[in-house]
């Protein structure tokens, strides 16, 4: 207990209640000496020495000259719960005339505040510290270990069969370059290798390419190894300005409304063909060459596959539906060419021989259905800890308010909503949607083609499992400075990257406008930008150098030399460096802090006086509709009193 000389009479009604917490290290030491005399002349002894009490609260001035009395007898022993204590130990009765003194049952030291402080206290423990506290299992965390293994199982068989997948339609697209391009290239079929542009320069030479695919087209049943069947006829358009001519003399009348005009051909006209311009004449039908602007070939072709692209061990059946376009948008005298392939797998007719489903195929369909269960469980606990932190929040603020007159403020409300628990209810419903869909896919019960989408949910919520798990590393010292060093330098980071973000947008569409009818890396923004991006990171340099050649434009050439050798220095040695730094500067600061102590925030100094040590009390057994209903029955009784309370 703390004594207070008395040579003079002291108004303690002046004070703040707060100012019972002392100025410890978040201990609950009580109210510091004062010397009276001191006081009265403005020199007063405590632990701050910028006022009478340490109050990071801000709630008490310096001590005013010339106190008045202290209310009724002078009490060598302050009450228990003004510095901190809990109320019904005999020192919280003071009385020197036969009276005694109510419990206190609100306000500074009341059995409500205490609660709130143990409340408090034990919602900002993490869970390990709660499970040595109150024996309990933290079944969240085991939870969340448990359904990183669960859901990465999943995504590891679910990527195997993506992947079988993506690789039949990649190679029935390259089939089908075979069967309908004339004179096709197998280097073309390497990503990345040095090919030219496919194109045609002669209209004699498009009428044999045309023949060539239609050929293609009417044997596929015979020819191909694959069992491909036609599933509609050919179709020819031909997309073209309304009117467009073209003089020696360079006079030309055009009217630039485009149109299209599409013959199709059926099967038992093929046998009667002799070539594409004899089909073209007898429909009586002409190519506006002058006016062209695309020439496509559509046709649809089914297919069977004999492997099993799921757990379901029976055959899959597919729809291509191909189009062949010659693009002479540019209209700079070639032709370019392109083969595209839709696929979508279809609903099979019949079975002759239903296949029964294996042991496998029944434990990955159980393997959804538990990762389904496990993510709907995650989700619903996750839920239920925000709302109870949400209550929480409310419960707290609406007493600093009431008793201290105190507002919360958005960083102090911050405290309580949870980024991870967001970021787990995010990953647990892209994981229910995911397999969910993943489940359509293999019973085949739909038709459309959701593998990317599914392929989108399931890899994001598997990202966001595994990243969550950071949060658990926090609890060991070695692992949290770089988590808190993470934390701490986002703010700055971002403040700088908007900065560099600015430059970096300066050079792209300076690269872009000035290098880009030179240079094939700066032909588009975003082209522009990825070069950029990997100079940044010190790939592809020479080659970049290399391609803009003196000869051409010696002013780009000379532009292109002083841009490239001021970007890369601008960037790699001073913007990289500064990023560096920021990083380190935050470190630095974190590791100080674990040695000398980290700062305390307001809540932190009102509920560090709190005792959590034994388990009993810790919870109020009340439900979150319990505790909801009673935040709002005091909000309500604390806007409506009139300033007095009845006594029992």
Known sequence: ?????????????????????????????????????????????????????????????????????????????????????????????????????????????????????????????????????????????????????????????????????????????????????????????????????????????????????????????????????????????????????????????????????????????????????????????????????????????????????????????????????????????????????????IQCSSHTDRIPRSTYSQLIMFHNTLVIILCSSSLILCLRSLLRAELLKYEAELFLERIYGLTLTSSEKLDFLNLWYIAICVNDCLIIAGSAIKLLLELKTTGEDYWDMCSLMLGSGNFLVWFGLLRYLGFFKTYNVLILTMKGAVPNLCRFMVCAAMLYTGFVFAGWSVLGPHHSKFASFMSTSECLFSLINGDDMYATFDLIHFHESPSVWVYSRVYLYTFIGLFIYLVLSLFISIIMDTYEVVKICYNHGFPQSRLEYFFSSADVDSPSGLCSGKSSLEGLCSIIRRAWNFSNHDGYEELD
């Open 1 to 345: 207990m703390q004594s207070v000389t008395t040579q003079s009479r002291l108004n303690f009604s002046s004070l703040s209640p707060l100012a019972r917490c002392g100025c410890g290290t978040g201990t609950g030491t009580g109210l510091p000496s004062v010397n009276v005399s001191a006081a009265s002349s403005g020199q007063v002894s405590g632990c701050n020495q910028g006022g009478v009490f340490s109050d990071p609260l801000k709630t008490v001035g310096n001590l005013p000259a010339g106190s008045g009395s202290l209310t009724g007898s002078i009490c060598e022993d302050l009450p228990t719960s003004f510095l901190g204590g809990s109320v019904g130990y005999p020192n919280s009765r003071c009385s020197s005339a036969g009276y005694e003194l109510l419990d206190n049952n609100e306000g500074p030291g009341s059995v409500e505040e205490e609660e709130i402080k143990v409340k408090l206290k034990f919602f900002f423990l993490n869970p390990m510290e709660k499970y040595f506290l109150t024996r309990k299992i933290p079944w969240k965390l085991c939870l969340q270990i448990l359904k990183a293994v669960i859901v990465t199982a999943q995504l590891w068989a679910f990527a195997d069969y993506r992947y079988a997948h993506t690789s039949y339609y990649t190679n029935q697209a390259i089939t089908m370059d075979h069967l309908f391009i004339k004179d096709w290239d197998q280097a073309r079929e390497i990503q990345g290798a040095a090919t030219g542009k496919l194109a045609l320069y002669r209209q004699s030479d498009l009428y044999k390419f045309v023949d060539f695919a239609i050929s293609g087209w009417a044997s596929v049943e015979k020819n191909s190894f694959g069992p491909f069947f036609r599933n509609s006829s050919l179709g020819f358009c031909v997309e073209h300005y309304r009117a467009g001519n073209i003089t020696r003399d360079l006079l030309f009348s055009l009217d630039t409304q485009l149109v299209e005009r599409c013959i199709y051909l059926q099967k038992e006209q093929w046998t009667k063909l002799n070539s594409s311009q004899d089909w073209l004449r007898g429909e009586n039908f002409t190519v506006p060459w002058q006016a062209l602007e695309r020439l496509y070939l559509n046709f649809s072709l089914t297919s069977t596959s004999l492997r099993s692209f799921g757990p379901d061990p029976g055959p899959d059946c597919f729809k291509f539906m191909t189009q062949i376009t010659f693009d002479n948008t540019d209209h700079d005298g070639q032709i370019s060419i392109s083969l595209d392939v839709k696929s979508a797998r």
